[in-house]
């Protein structure tokens, strides 16, 4: 178990390092004066849209994780289970090294009712797995716009083929999750546009008005990539600075709208300090 939990700190505390790393080669490229510059001409208006729709997201991403909760029989109130995925985030983002977001809830979801830790393992794994599914589609389904029409084949077959190889791996090697799987893959979809819609609007609050789609396309490529850094900090920043070089939008732009986004996930991460000092008080809804 020490060496474990010792694998586990050596891993998080090299992502904070990739992630402190990426930010000051990014910074040495783009002064953090000129981003604060541009912040001081944030459209307000915007910005709280950007942040509305983020906790949108959220939101719909719980409801998507109490449908394989659901699946296992386990019947979690919906305010349980927001309370329990905004501890969660505070976890993962303010406590770096220490127990993460997820295997928190595992503890106190097994400590308060007895639940198989391995299945409610497997609950956080699936929804986890329909979230980076719904980043890939969408994706693909962006890059529909961006490539000539020679690659669309390709990225047709990508799409399907990608799809539902996912969805059968799923009834393979976690058949009770079979029959949520199209509504959970619904539930990621959304989120992810909501939260590059966000994007869009913290865009818009800092004066852009067009690249909208490949700037979706390089969000959506840094949320796949930030599981190599703490939080995607310092990997989203770096991929739009070297898209920056192949696609005509400012750098600078770009990545202050990536900090701002940062920003806002962990002014929302912060709600779970609430639900840690008061003390979480599960409750589970009467079973159907």
Request: charged share 15%.
């Amino acid at each position: 178990m020490e060496k474990v939990n010792l694998k586990k700190l050596l891993i998080n505390f090299a992502k904070i390092f990739i992630s402190i790393a990426l930010l000051y080669f990014v910074f040495q490229k783009i002064p953090f004066r000129e981003v604060t510059v541009l912040w001081a001409k944030t459209n307000v208006f915007y910005l709280v849209m950007a942040a509305i729709l983020f906790l949108a997201s959220q939101i719909i991403s719980t409801k998507r994780l109490e449908l394989y909760f659901k699946a296992n029989d386990f019947h979690l109130s919906f305010r349980s289970n927001l309370e329990l995925y905004f501890l969660g985030m505070f976890y993962n983002f303010f406590i770096p090294g220490g127990i993460g977001g997820d295997a928190y809830k595992v503890y106190l979801l097994h400590k308060n009712f007895g639940w198989s830790a391995k299945k409610i393992t497997s609950s956080l794994f699936n929804d986890r797995l329909s979230g980076l599914l719904g980043i890939c589609v969408l994706i693909l389904v962006f890059s529909f716009n961006l490539l000539e029409a020679k690659f669309f084949p390709i990225l047709f077959v990508l799409l399907v083929v990608g799809f539902f190889f996912t969805y059968f791996l799923t009834k393979k090697l976690f058949s009770t999750y079979t029959k949520v799987f199209f509504k959970a893959f619904s539930y990621s979809f959304l989120v992810q546009i909501l939260q590059v819609i966000s994007f869009i609007f913290l865009l818009k609050s800092l004066d852009v008005t067009d690249n909208f789609t490949i700037y979706a396309v390089v969000f959506l490529a840094s949320s796949v990539l930030s599981l190599i850094s703490f939080a995607g900090i310092g990997v989203r920043e770096m991929l739009f600075l070297q898209a920056s070089k192949w696609f005509s939008f400012q750098p600078e732009i770009s990545v202050s709208a990536s900090l701002l986004f940062t920003m806002i996930t962990a002014f929302f991460s912060l709600f779970g300090v609430i639900f840690q000092i008061r003390k979480l008080n599960l409750k589970l809804t009467e079973t159907p």
